[in-house]
Each structure stands twice: as structure tokens, then as C-alpha cells.
């Protein structure tokens, strides 16, 4: 059975930072793009950061671009995404996912996905 395991999310005052972890299991993934959206209450599933299979082409969001950073580890089967400078607006359900191919940002070819962990930003 594939499963994508995220944890790391919390309750953190502005310009803190978090580091989110996703665990895999039930099948490799480092062939597969993987990726981190969020969603936040009312609004749509936004891709925050992706990254190809190896490592070598990752894409970040506008609104992260300089805060965020992804990460993967092929040995260990994990993809990261160290967050810096967090700011209320980032609060959200972030999801950890796992694309049918190696490289893309289109949300439609994420099709593994984990159960979230909430980001929560507050004062």
C-alpha cells in the first residue's frame, strides 16, 4: 500500500520557521517529481514547491520564492521542505504528493497523496 506520511507542521509566530517532512513507503518513488501544496480554509490547492526526481530542477511558488526551499533524499525515501519566515498568510494544510512522471508542476499529474499536516502562523 503507497503512503506519503507528512509531519513537522505546528503553531509558529511569524518569522519563524518550520521544516515538513514526508515520508514514502509502499513503493519507490525516486523516479516521481514530488511536491508540496497547501490549502488554505476557502481557498484552492496551490502548488507551494516541486522537485524533479533527482534533485537537479525544483520550482517554487511567487508567493514562497526566497522563504521556502525543497529537498529530497532518494536513499531515505523522504522529500522535505524547509520553511523560513513564515508569515500568517502561509497558514494552510500543507500536502505532500508524488507526480506520475518525473518532472512537472502541473497539479494534475500529482496523483500519490498524503494526508496533510497544518501549518498554522500566528501571533
Known amino acids: 500500500q503507497v503512503q506519503l506520511v507528512e509531519s513537522g507542521g505546528g503553531l509558529v509566530q511569524p518569522g519563524a520557521s518550520l521544516r515538513l517532512s514526508c515520508a514514502t513507503s509502499?513503493?519507490?518513488?525516486?523516479?516521481?517529481?514530488m511536491g508540496w501544496f497547501r490549502q488554505a480554509p476557502g481557498k484552492e490547492r496551490e502548488l507551494v514547491a516541486a522537485i524533479s526526481w533527482s534533485g537537479d530542477t525544483k520550482y517554487s511558488a511567487d508567493s514562497v520564492k526566497g522563504r521556502f526551499t525543497i529537498s529530497r533524499d532518494n536513499a531515505k525515501n523522504t522529500v522535505s521542505l524547509q520553511m523560513n519566515s513564515l508569515k500568517p498568510e502561509d497558514t494552510a494544510v500543507y500536502y505532500c504528493a508524488a507526480a506520475a512522471r518525473p518532472w512537472t508542476i502541473v497539479p494534475a499529474n500529482y496523483i500519490y497523496w498524503g494526508q496533510g499536516t497544518q501549518v498554522t502562523v500566528s501571533s
Open positions: 509502499g513503493r519507490t518513488f525516486s523516479a516521481n517529481a
